[in-house]
């Protein structure tokens, strides 16, 4: 969670279906934390970043829900550690995605690389999904990632855009050249 202030959101991997986003200051000399985010997406993209927040619980921080880059249909949906997610969750009444509770450390933690131990931890971890119920579920009955764009079926048949000009035009010169050949054989014959 952070505190109202200008932030620079990075995204530090997005090699794999999860997402390591860094968090710096307005002018990028300090990392504020280095966050596990798992794949969003929006119907309509906007031409600005979006930054969605979480209700919050009373005397917290506001709580960071996902982040859109401008102009993208996919984003970033923030994963808490389970204490924090299970209390967004009851809050929000909307499941919430969650790592484990010890890695909570490892989002304050700076990172050079992302081949660092604390980095590799979430990366790995086994994601959650809280529910406001309190119930524990596999992020995937949740939070499913949005398909690619479909293609639109073909259709079954072919558009009537021909017409039957050609063809008339068609009877036509072979009515012309009947026509003439009748009347050159005519002209022989008399």
Do not use: C
Request: proline share 13%; hydrophobic share 40%.
């Amino acid at each position: 969670m952070l505190l109202p202030g200008t932030y620079v959101f990075k995204l530090a991997d997005s090699a794999s279906d999860r997402n390591i986003v860094q968090v710096f200051n307005k002018s990028e000399t300090e990392l504020y934390g280095t966050f596990l985010a798992i794949p969003d997406h929006r119907a309509k993209p906007l031409g600005k970043p979006i930054i969605t927040f979480d209700e919050r619980l009373a005397d917290s921080p506001e709580a960071v829900k996902g982040w859109f880059y401008p102009g993208e249909n996919y984003g970033h949906d923030f994963v808490y550690p389970k204490p924090k997610a299970v209390a967004l969750a009851k809050v929000n009444k909307a499941p919430v995605p969650s790592m484990p509770a010890e890695l909570e450390p490892n989002t304050t933690m700076p990172a050079k690389t992302m081949q660092e131990p604390h980095v590799v931890a979430m990366k790995t971890a086994p994601l959650k999904a809280q529910k406001p119920t309190e119930e524990e579920v596999e992020i995937t009955e949740v939070f499913l990632q949005a398909p690619p764009p479909e293609l639109p079926d073909p259709p079954t048949e072919l558009p009537k855009t021909a017409s039957s000009l050609p063809f008339f035009v068609l009877v036509g010169l072979m009515s012309l050249v009947v026509a003439s050949g009748a009347r050159i054989i005519r002209t022989r014959l008399l």
